[in-house]
């Protein structure tokens, strides 16, 4: 039994017509599953993907509607890192620079080190581009004004802020599997361990590999202020796991003492949650059935998707959401 790398990553936004030109228009991301936050559904959760919604490139969001800005401290992801072509020149990367170019066009700040390109959407969430060298599956979207051999890729890895990076290490290891890196180190596994910093005592550098797909899992020092939950941040990352797999999960967590949700049916996916030492909340979430279990796989994304169990209060849920910009691409799959 093993996970196989990042199945997505959540945030909170408080502005989701932003938030959808930002992901869409600007990154040339899918919305691949317009639908709502299961346990409020008031309120939108979109998912960003590749064309098909796959695991591995789902960047979803929470939108409550005017949140405060948060702010990244201990326990919290501050950076997710995803994937872009080589195509090396004299000096860089052709897809750095494309990405560069496009992001300063937006009038957003960037900082280039080496193969990697760090920034942050309307809102600060930390970003970060990173040649890929990993070897899996490319996970990309079409779009139109992003040629194809630039596209996003799917998730690098993450990077959180932790106190104590070693009060996690028997969890990662030992439980979930995660295999440690040396500090700073790059790989065919890791795809790119970007833009680490120091951090006493304890293992701080992961990956999470799987026969698909391998993601980094990476610690920074924390700083000295409180984190914030609010507009900017993570709210939680998922690692993949096969469906028959997922009762194991929870029984291992289990078994190693920690506290989970239990089963929770998604409707597209089934999920265990449970907090990591470090204070980040994990997910492990199933690959299936997918977005196309209500919706033909060329329709995803088109309109508001409400599992079974809220279709009957369908009117009162779409009364009560930000009306969103139309996405024309979201009826298209492939080139």
Request: with cysteine.
């Amino acid at each position: 039994m093993q996970l196989d790398g990042i199945h997505h990553i959540t945030c909170i936004t408080g502005d989701a017509p932003r938030n959808v030109d930002f992901y869409v228009r600007v990154l040339g991301l899918r919305l691949a599953k317009k639908t709502v936050n299961q346990d409020d559904p008031t309120v939108y959760h979109l998912f960003y993907a590749d064309d098909r919604g796959s695991p591995g490139a789902d960047l979803t969001f929470f939108e409550y509607p005017n949140a405060r800005p948060g702010r990244d401290g201990a326990g919290m992801i501050h950076r997710i890192a995803f994937r872009v072509g080589g195509g090396a020149l004299a000096g860089g990367s052709a897809s750095l620079d494309f990405w560069t170019a496009r992001l300063e066009g937006e009038g957003l700040a960037v900082e280039r080190d080496g193969d990697s390109l760090r920034f942050a959407d309307p809102e600060g969430l930390g970003l970060e581009l990173v040649v890929d060298d990993s070897g899996d599956e490319p996970l990309t979207a079409s779009a139109p004004d992003v040629p194809a051999e630039h596209a996003l890729r799917g998730f690098a890895g993450v990077r959180a802020y932790s106190a104590d990076p070693a009060q996690s290490t028997a969890l990662l290891r030992d439980v979930l599997g995660f295999e440690p890196l040396d500090d700073g180190s790059r790989g065919a596994d890791a795809g790119h361990v970007a833009g680490g910093g120091g951090s006493p005592g304890g293992i701080r550098e992961w990956v999470s590999r799987g026969p698909r797909r391998g993601g980094f899992y990476g610690y920074d020092p924390a700083p000295e202020e409180r984190g914030i939950g609010g507009a900017g941040t993570v709210h939680h990352i998922a690692w993949t796991a096969e469906d028959e797999d997922i009762e194991a999960w929870d029984e291992r967590y289990r078994a190693a003492g920690r506290h989970t949700s239990g089963l929770v049916d998604r409707f597209y996916f089934r999920s265990v949650y449970s907090r990591e030492p470090s204070g980040v909340l994990f997910e492990i979430a199933t690959r299936g059935p997918g977005f196309a279990a209500d919706e033909a796989p060329e329709e995803i994304g088109r309109r508001l998707s409400l599992p079974p169990k809220l279709e009957h209060l369908r009117e009162q849920i779409e009364a009560s959401l930000t009306p969103l910009p139309s996405d024309p691409r979201a009826s298209r799959v492939g080139p």
